[in-house]
């Protein structure tokens, strides 16, 4: 089942048929769809110039520990007679057809899981959220580059200033770490007070994450690698921005790490 929602109007294809029936429609109009204009099949999508995509799928015994580690966001977009029969503890309600005005409502830097039935509904709640996601990219990319341009300005990720601040030869580098956290922490009073909104439209809230011990050994390599090449993750593309093409082996071996550590995530004690 394909579902593609243009402003109020959804098209829908299903299997091969062309035209509706009653039985249809009923099944249609339980999930919140209610809004049909017509059917097209996959032959009408490429002609059309459209792409069509799928969603990866997970078992719950898959994602049930990312989920109670908070790395994970289940939404569950069934009907209310089926949350109240049975549901996942911690999943967040919020029935299909409401989907598209709530998403702002789930917070959380982490990935968004869609529950349903069998599948279906799932999906095109996978289709919606990830279509309410696209207006934000020229959003990140202006902060972005405006964050670049603060990271280059500020000589943060100059090699030299991070030597510096390892070998305790000058405070320039404390100072504006320091400044950091303190703008940070006085900037989340008024962003609950007046519930602030992210770029994302959704409210700003912090999450503590549970603490485990692999973050001591982590933080260890994490710091002798930023001694080493005088970058974190943000300064590596300021100093490829900049010319320093020498960074493009620390973005290498950045990337080689983050692989490394995806395929041991399973193996190490959390």
């Given amino acids: 089942m394909l579902l593609k929602y243009f402003y109020d109007t959804a098209l829908l294809k299903h299997g ?8 249809e429609f009923e099944v249609l109009y339980k999930i919140g769809i209610d809004q049909i204009e017509g059917y097209f099949d996959a032959d009408s999508v ?29 939404i569950d977009v069934r009907g209310d007679s089926e949350w109240k029969e049975k549901h996942i503890p911690q999943a967040k309600r919020c029935f299909l057809a409401n989907l598209p005005e709530q998403l702002n409502k ?33 959003s990140v990319l202006l902060v972005g580059l405006y964050f670049g341009i603060v990271l280059t300005k500020s000589e943060v990720v100059r090699w030299q200033r991070v030597h510096d601040m390892f070998l305790f030869r000058e405070p320039f580098m ?3 770490i320091g400044t950091g956290v303190a703008v940070a ?27 485990n011990t692999g973050a001591i050994v982590g ?13 974190c993750p943000g300064p590596i593309y300021a ?32």
């Fill in 16 to 23: 091969d048929r062309f035209s509706i029936g009653k039985i």
């Fill in 46 to 74: 490429a002609d059309a110039g459209l792409n069509l995509q799928s969603f990866e799928e997970a078992m719950p015994a898959e994602i049930a520990p990312l989920v109670a580690s908070g790395e994970l966001t289940l």
């Fill in 106 to 138: 789930f917070t959380g830097d982490c990935t968004l899981v869609f529950q349903s039935q069998s599948g279906g509904r799932s999906a095109i709640a996978a289709s919606l959220a990830q279509a309410a996601g696209r207006g934000t990219i020229l």
């Fill in 174 to 176: 404390y100072l504006i």
């Fill in 185 to 211: 922490m006085i900037s989340m009073l008024p962003i609950r007070k007046f519930g602030v909104m992210s770029i994302q439209d959704r409210p700003i809230t912090y999450q503590a994450k549970p603490f």
């Fill in 219 to 231: 933080g260890m390599i994490f710091g002798a690698g930023w001694a080493i090449t005088g970058a």
């Fill in 239 to 270: 100093q490829i921005g900049g010319g320093e093409w020498m960074a493009l082996f620390t973005l290498a071996g950045a990337m080689a790490g983050m692989f490394l550590y995806a395929w041991l995530k399973p193996k190490l004690p959390h």
